[in-house]
């Protein structure tokens, strides 16, 4: 497929079918200006973490570096991650499901993604890449099973999807560049996250995203920014718009000291934030704190701006907006008054 000429090659996964498969790597470029992979059938994982072939890329499947790439079906792909998650392996033994590297011009439709070890799909070092009408799936407490995760991508339109995992429906990393995501159902999972970002001094950036008409059911998260204390870079000109919260524990979060574990002393520099609009936001939280905006001492978050939000507490109670170092606005948002600073 890869290796012949012509204007369009075609891959074939039947349906009817189902496909057992070790690690595996299709390796470009290809010399055709277009590929296809029809994925009607169905692909399984090895039945446990013991029966894998050594694999130290820790990628189920894997495309790296062909350009026109598509692939679109009904087919489902099954990792049967189960044996990894009880452990509590570290993330970074465990296999994305699905693997895209400088992969340019990209589309994946239609597939569906259960169980994975880690990430459903990974898009790295890709320009203009389509995902819709995949479906990513896995139970709410498995851990670190990212549905889509972005980095050092540019031009990555996701849309009319559902994604319900255990971690992040999206996480949008280091040098996500044009970001669209819009019509997702999201649930359970960790909501949507720009980062973690800066994390061990790293410079990041992310910049140009925008998150719109989305739905997030039962998240521990809703939409959310996070950046580890002495990092570098800056995450930038950020829209979330038109989004509906049902009973999710965090709807809006931007964190500025995200440490998985303990604190740090000292703080010397940061990511910095600015340019983020929260605009036409409803629904309801489980939690009263439905905004929580932790901004660093050291660059503070600039530019923020809360419009027509409307988030109301499950139990009924109060909301709460909790704010630190952070400048900006509130538009028709009541319960976010006082939280900037002058």
């Known amino acids: 497929m890869c290796g012949s000429g012509g204007n369009s090659k075609t891959f074939l996964i039947p349906s009817n079918q189902t496909f057992l498969l070790q690690p595996l790597t299709f390796q470009g470029p290809c010399k055709s200006p277009s590929v296809q992979v029809k994925f009607d059938g169905k692909i399984v994982a090895p039945i446990n973490k013991a029966a894998w072939s050594e694999s130290k890329l820790f990628r189920w499947v894997s495309f790296k570096e062909i350009i026109g790439l598509t692939v679109n079906g009904s087919g489902t792909i099954h990792g049967r991650g189960s044996s990894f998650w009880k452990p509590r392996m570290s993330p970074s033994k465990r296999p994305t499901q699905l693997h895209f590297q400088r992969c340019n011009d990209l589309k994946i439709i239609g597939i569906t993604s259960f169980n994975s070890p880690r990430n459903h799909i990974s898009i790295s070092e890709c320009k203009r890449v389509q995902l819709t009408?995949?479906?990513?799936?896995?139970?709410?407490?498995?851990?670190?099973?990212?549905?889509?995760?972005?980095s050092g991508s540019s031009d990555v339109d996701v849309y009319d999807t559902f994604i319900g995992t255990g971690d992040d429906c999206?996480?949008?990393?280091?040098?996500?560049?044009?970001?669209?995501?819009t019509r997702m159902n999201c649930g359970p999972g960790h909501g949507i996250?720009?980062?973690?970002?800066?994390?061990?001094?790293?410079?990041?950036?992310?910049?140009?995203?925008?998150?719109?008409?989305?739905?997030f059911f039962r998240t521990d998260n809703g939409v959310r920014i996070k950046t580890w204390p002495n990092g570098k870079g800056y995450a930038r000109n950020i829209l979330?718009?038109?989004?509906?919260?049902?009973?999710?524990?965090?709807?809006?979060?931007?964190?500025?000291?995200?440490v998985d574990k303990g604190r740090l002393d000292v703080e010397e520099s940061a990511v910095a934030i600015s340019n983020v609009t929260f605009t036409d936001i409803r629904g309801t939280s489980q939690r009263n704190e439905i905004i929580k905006i932790d901004c660093s001492e050291?660059?503070?978050?600039?530019?923020?701006?809360?419009?027509?939000?409307?988030?109301?507490?499950?139990?009924?109670?109060?909301p709460v907006v909790e704010c630190s170092n952070v400048y900006g606005k509130s538009i028709n948002t009541n319960d976010a008054n006082g939280c900037f600073e002058d």
């Not at 009408?133 to 889509?148: C, H």
């Not at 999206?170 to 995501?181: D, F, K, L, M, R």
């Not at 996250?193 to 410079?203: A, F, I, M, T």
């Open 133 to 150: 009408k995949i479906k990513l799936v896995a139970p709410e407490d498995s851990p670190n099973t990212d549905g889509i995760n972005i």
């Open 240 to 258: 979330f718009k038109d989004l509906t919260f049902k009973e999710s524990k965090n709807p809006i979060i931007i964190d500025q000291n995200y």
């Open 193 to 215: 996250s720009v980062g973690s970002l800066g994390r061990d001094g790293e410079e990041s950036i992310v910049e140009n995203v925008q998150v719109t008409n989305c739905t």
């Open 170 to 181: 999206v996480a949008i990393n280091n040098g996500s560049v044009n970001i669209n995501i």
């Open 298 to 318: 050291v660059t503070y978050c600039k530019d923020i701006v809360l419009d027509k939000i409307d988030i109301a507490t499950v139990d009924g109670n109060k």
